[in-house]
């Protein structure tokens, strides 16, 4: 379903924007086994889109070029589980819904797909239901879907730190031309965690008052993502993306993540636009998407 028949046939839609780390450091490990993290976030122009109308009973429907892959999905979808637990804390009020999920993010990819798509749910159904919960409560139902959905429920720039949970706005970064590829090869989280050398790596350290793109720039230029060298070595294809976004005039390069979805900074919309195009001639079968992310200040 195009985006604009999306929109004509659902009451209320939101769009579920690609989540992009842009810096990932591995600070710790709780006893319990989720690990601590400093994250440098911003969100992209592309991602899912949904679209939430009242009907009879709940349904929930598929649609874009990755929604085959999530098709017998059931109870695990996170969208029925955002519906649900919200659901819970409502009662009565909240009637039945037909949710259409429009998947246009690969799956698993590092970008927060699921992530997003949850929290656009929670967005999306407490306006069609007519609801508003304090910031905590719903802050709380966020966190119970997974780390990053509290992160996806803002939408904008911020640091993440701790399992995800501990939330800075960041209204000072900019908005970048980025150029983002995966070569549609899953990566197992658990694995490349496994694999990593060391858990208890600097933490993230910006310096006070940065201010326009190049200071970002460098700023982010200097940081890492800790996951990145292990996810290398379980889908070698996303060194080949990193040097193909670098040959193609990537500003930075970088991982998202847990991968496999890489990303490349460029000093213009046009620029990236030229090299996605480069990139989807030379590999037509991996996912390359031009986008532009969100400023601080949206």
């Given at each position: 379903m195009?985006?604009?028949?999306?929109?004509?046939?659902?009451?209320?839609?939101?769009?579920?924007?690609?989540?992009?780390?842009?810096?990932?450091?591995?600070?710790?490990?709780?006893?319990?086994?989720?690990?601590?993290?400093?994250?440098?976030?911003?969100?992209?122009?592309?991602?899912?889109?949904?679209?939430?109308?009242?009907?009879?009973?709940?349904?929930?429907t598929l649609s874009g070029p990755f929604g085959k892959t999530l098709a017998g999905d059931g109870g695990t979808n996170l969208v029925l589980r955002a519906r649900d637990l919200l659901r819970e804390q409502l009662g009565a009020l909240a009637f039945p819904v037909h949710i259409h999920l429009q998947k246009n993010l690969p799956i698993a990819s590092g970008i927060g797909g699921g992530s997003a798509d949850a929290a656009a749910t929670l967005r999306g159904l407490m306006r069609l239901w007519g609801m508003d919960l304090p910031v905590e409560t719903l802050a709380g139902i966020?966190?119970?879907?997974?780390?990053?959905?509290?992160?996806?429920?803002?939408?904008?720039?911020?640091?993440?730190?701790?399992?995800?949970?501990?939330?800075?706005?960041?209204?000072?970064?900019p908005a970048f031309?980025?150029?983002?590829?995966?070569?549609?090869?899953?990566?197992?989280?658990?694995?490349?965690?496994?694999?990593?050398?060391?858990?208890?790596?600097?933490?993230l350290s910006l310096a006070a008052g940065l201010s326009g793109t190049s200071g970002w720039l460098t700023a982010i230029g200097s940081a890492r993502n800790d996951l990145e060298a292990p996810a290398r070595e379980l889908v070698p294809e996303i060194t080949m993306i990193s040097q193909m976004l670098q040959a193609h005039g990537a500003l930075i390069t970088r991982m998202s993540g847990s991968g496999a979805t890489c990303f490349g900074i460029f000093t213009s919309m046009a620029a990236a636009r030229e090299a996605a195009s480069a990139l989807h001639g030379e590999r037509p079968d991996w996912y390359v998407e031009a986008t532009e992310t969100v400023s601080g200040g949206m």
């Open positions: 195009p985006e604009e028949g999306l929109a004509e046939a659902f009451g209320v839609t939101e769009a579920a924007r690609a989540k992009i780390n842009l810096a990932l450091h591995v600070t710790g490990q709780r006893a319990d086994g989720y690990h601590l993290l400093d994250m440098l976030v911003t969100f992209a122009d592309c991602g899912d889109r949904l679209g939430f109308l009242p009907a009879q009973a709940d349904a929930f966020a966190l119970k879907l997974g780390a990053d959905v509290p992160m996806c429920l803002e939408s904008r720039p911020l640091i993440a730190r701790g399992i995800g949970e501990r939330i800075e706005a960041v209204p000072e970064l031309a980025m150029v983002l590829a995966n070569p549609l090869k899953g990566v197992s989280t658990p694995e490349v965690f496994r694999r990593l050398a060391a858990k208890d790596n600097s933490a």
